[in-house]
Structure formats: structure tokens, C-alpha cells
């Protein structure tokens, strides 16, 4: 059976106390305003029941220098051991309601070979527009035995970005907004450069988002066709950090395309190295 990419609150909430369930707080926020919110805080003041807090920040290597970095299987599967998720349920993954960081959850689950993932439809937004109860304070599991198992490894390195930039043969897609793309801003992260990678198209994550879901199929198929992108076609996606870009990844997966590589590095390794050539 095909798991489903997105649950609507009603759903989860039918099944919230099936023993095959379990649900994961990948609230994230955007570069800046970690100066302002307390992320963590937020989850303990209000989380939907038997929530475990899916950290991205520290689930990441800590130890890379460029933010949001895929960690090491054994480390993540330890992190997932000790928070109490079994990668033999069906996982939900939430963030405030924006789509910002759950796409970015379901895919580190589905990289490290948990099979049953989805989102929920609206996240945390919609789920209290719901009415349906929240929980507070810690959510405390017993310790699994998470395994990471990698079938598909579908990172792309930024030695492969030089070639696929230089030759072409994949398309390349930018999940940032169209200014930060053109160069006509400052990145949110100090830094980094202005302008995006050579060859590379834009289509801003937000555009295929309506209601923290994803946008119909037909809809997101003519975002895809007016940012010029073959969606019968490979393609790697990138952003700011490796977050946003799997917004573009789950549409395209949604839309039957399931060639889609992520460069995890992203804007903050290629925007920040003298080296390597940007177009404005």
C-alpha cells in the first residue's frame, strides 16, 4: 500500500491513538527570526498530543559548516532511538502550518528508509482551526531500535553541481524567492554572496504551497511550466539550506517525477565560496 503524502487533521485525529501512529514536531524557523522565537519553547507551550519535537537544527551535523546538513545514518538513527520513533510505523511530520520545514522532516525520514511518512495537511495551523486538543510540555517515549537503512541516495554534491552546471543534463531549480535569486537582495544568512548558480532555474517553494498543502496537480504543474521546468525530466533542487528545496522535490514527487536530487549544501556552501561562479 502507497502511504499517502499528505492526512488531514480528521484523519489524524480518527487515529491518533493507534498504536501504529506516531507524530513528529519538525517546526523550524526561517534564518533571522531564531533571534526573536524561541522554536523549542514554542513546542513545549503547545504541541498536538504524543508529539516527540523533531529538531532539524540539531538533528543536523552540527559539525558542517554550512547550516542544515545531512547528518551521518548512525547519528540520526541514535537521535531517533533516543527520541522514541520506530521506523516501522507510520510517521506524521507537522510544522506551524506553512509547509516551511515538514517536507524537509518527510524527506530526512524517507533518506534514512522509513517507509510509512506523511505530512499533515496544514500543520499545526489547521489542526487548531480544528479545535482538536494540544498537549504541552516534553513527550517522552521509550527508546527504540531505529534503523537507518539508505536504498536511494539522492544527495548531490557539490562536485557533481559544478559538472551539472558547466554541461547541463539535469536540470537545476531554486526554491528561493525571485529576488534572492536575481541578486537583488542580501541573503538572510551574512555572508554570503548575492546571485544563484549558473544555469539554474527559479520557482520560489511558496508558489506550489495554498493552505500549508500542497497546491493541486494542475496548478502545480503550470508553476512547474511557467519557471521552465520539464517535469518529465530529472532535476536537483536547492534553496538557502537544503530546506525549502524539498518543497519542489515533494511537488514533483507528487506529480509521478521521482528522479529529483537535493543539493543539500545549497546556497549557503555555493554563496559562500570566492570560487565557485554566480550568475546575478
Known amino acids: 500500500m502507497t502511504t499517502e503524502i499528505f492526512v488531514t487533521p480528521q484523519w489524524l485525529m480518527d487515529h491518533l491513538n493507534d498504536t501504529q501512529i506516531q507524530v513528529l ?26 508529539a ?19 547528518p551521518r545514518a548512525e547519528n540520526f538513527a541514535v537521535a531517533m532511538r533516543e527520541l522514541g520513533v520506530d521506523h516501522e510505523k507510520h510517521l506524521i511530520v507537522y510544522d506551524e502550518g506553512n509547509l516551511f520545514s515538514a517536507p524537509r522532516a518527510w524527506w530526512m525520514l524517507r533518506h534514512f528508509g522509513v517507509e510509512n511518512v506523511s505530512i499533515l495537511a ?19 517515549l521509550a527508546p527504540t531500535q531505529f534503523e537507518s537503512n539508505i536504498v536511494h541516495d539522492d544527495i548531490i554534491p557539490l562536485t557533481k553541481m559544478l559538472l551539472l552546471s558547466h554541461e547541463g543534463g539535469t536540470q537545476i531549480i531554486d526554491a528561493r524567492a525571485t529576488a534572492r535569486f536575481k541578486g537583488e537582495v542580501d541573503e538572510p544568512r551574512p555572508g554570503l554572496r548575492r ?22 496537480n494542475a496548478d502545480l504543474r503550470a508553476e512547474f511550466r511557467r519557471a521552465g521546468v520539464d517535469i518529465t525530466q530529472p532535476a536537483v533542487v536547492t534553496c538557502g539550506s537544503g530546506v525549502t528545496a524539498v518543497v519542489l522535490l515533494l511537488a514533483l514527487y507528487q506529480l509521478g517525477q521521482q528522479d529529483v ?7 549557503g556552501e555555493w554563496g559562500s565560496r570566492d570560487d565557485l561562479p554566480v550568475r546575478p
Open 25 to 50: 514536531d519538525a517546526r523550524l524557523l526561517p534564518p533571522g527570526q531564531e533571534l526573536v522565537r524561541d522554536v523549542e519553547a514554542e513546542y513545549l507551550a503547545g504541541h498536538l498530543p504524543q
Open 52 to 70: 516527540v519535537f523533531f529538531n532539524i537544527e540539531k538533528l543536523s551535523d552540527t559539525k558542517a559548516p554550512y547550516p542544515h546538513m545531512l
Open 122 to 140: 496544514g500543520g499545526l495551523r489547521a489542526w487548531q482551526q480544528a479545535e482538536f486538543p494540544l498537549a504541552s510540555g516534553e513527550t517522552f
Open 195 to 216: 546571485g544563484h548558480i549558473p544555469n539554474s532555474l527559479n520557482l520560489p517553494w511558496d508558489q506550489l504551497v495554498s493552505q500549508g498543502c500542497l497546491k493541486d
Open 261 to 267: 536530487g537535493l543539493y543539500d549544501g545549497s546556497w
